[in-house]
């Protein structure tokens, strides 16, 4: 990556969108191209493990039922309460988002420190709504018709042997900011309802934007 000699940091890149719009494929793309991914998603995951700080918190507010033989939390069980409970859903995020934030941020910022020429993906479904927004660079937004997020969404379910209903489906859809919403934050947004081939252009241009700086400067 070409850098200006007078950065004193990489960059941090704030992937968000709505749900099944493409933001991992997005970052995995930037990733071959030499960015550093952290998603959020796999953070929250480990979170729901046996050994996560605040497991006893998570039992205590939605049940000891939400737990697997391992002492894991399942995702299905805890998603069947909070997708259909917006206060549920308020309340799990109370608990898990202050450390979803913190491990990334923390991570992001370290990766920037160490190598000014770097490019950080920070992939966080729920950026602009957990107020990470302003921990980031730029923000790049993937959007896709609520349609097309339906398809992936229960063809994905599918293939995770979880499937899903389009009722289930659209329930996940309405449970995030609108894409509408999220857009009036984006510096850049990428739209991901043709081919893989188009979205690689987009993501080609993004890059390029990226390694020529085109004003964004680390905060």
């Given at each position: 990556?070409?850098?200006?000699?007078?950065?004193?940091?990489?960059?941090?890149?704030?992937?968000?969108g709505g749900i099944a719009c493409g933001k991992t494929t997005v970052s995995?793309?930037?990733?071959?191209?030499?960015?550093?991914?952290?998603?959020?998603?796999?953070?929250g995951h480990q979170l729901l493990k046996a050994d996560?700080?605040?497991?006893?918190?998570?039992?205590?507010?939605?049940?000891?039922?939400i737990l697997e033989e391992s002492g894991n939390i399942s995702r299905k069980k805890l998603?069947?309460?909070?997708?259909?409970?917006?206060?549920?859903?308020?309340?799990?995020?109370?608990?898990?988002?202050?450390?979803?934030?913190?491990?990334?941020?923390?991570?992001?910022?370290q990766l920037v420190k160490e190598d000014p020429s770097c490019v950080v993906l920070l992939d966080a479904p729920l950026l602009i709504e957990a107020g990470a927004y302003d921990s980031v660079d730029l923000i790049v937004v993937v959007s896709s018709s609520p349609e097309i997020q339906i398809k992936?969404?229960?063809?994905?379910?599918?293939?995770?042997?979880?499937?899903?209903?389009?009722?289930?489906?659209?329930?996940?859809?309405?449970?995030?900011?609108?894409?509408?919403?999220?857009?009036?934050y984006a510096d850049v947004v990428i739209?991901?309802?043709?081919?893989?081939?188009?979205?690689?252009?987009?993501?080609?241009?993004?890059?390029d934007k990226l390694q020529s700086d085109s004003g964004i400067l680390p905060k």
């Open positions: 990556m070409n850098t200006k000699t007078h950065r004193k940091r990489g960059i941090i890149v704030g992937i968000t995995q793309l930037l990733a071959e191209k030499g960015a550093i991914p952290i998603n959020a998603d796999e953070i996560s700080p605040v497991i006893t918190e998570l039992t205590n507010e939605f049940g000891e039922d998603g069947a309460i909070v997708f259909v409970d917006k206060a549920a859903r308020e309340r799990l995020n109370s608990i898990l988002h202050p450390l979803i934030i913190e491990r990334s941020r923390t991570h992001a910022q992936r969404i229960i063809e994905r379910s599918k293939a995770q042997n979880r499937p899903l209903t389009e009722t289930d489906a659209q329930a996940r859809i309405d449970s995030q900011m609108p894409l509408s919403e999220k857009i009036k739209e991901n309802e043709g081919t893989l081939e188009e979205l690689k252009k987009q993501v080609d241009t993004l890059w």
